[in-house]
């Protein structure tokens, strides 16, 4: 059986927050995450703060040939 929710006494925007900053989820491929995993490792860092430092990087290489 079906659940049905009543939204008639909703409020339309109550949680919207235009400051609002989402971090949205990056999946890596399960190769890419292991190499990255091993890089972090030797480094003593994050997952994050490499794959950040590699993407930073990366646009700054595009931003160069513009």
Request: charged residues 35%.
């Amino acid at each position: 059986m079906k659940k049905e929710y009543d939204f008639s006494t909703g409020v339309r925007g109550k949680f919207y927050h235009p400051d609002a900053e989402l971090n949205i989820p990056i999946y890596l491929e399960p190769d890419v995450a292991e190499f990255m995993q091993k890089i972090a490792g030797k480094k003593g860092k994050d997952v994050s703060k490499i794959v950040n430092d590699l993407l930073r990087l990366d646009i700054g290489l595009l931003e160069s040939t513009r």
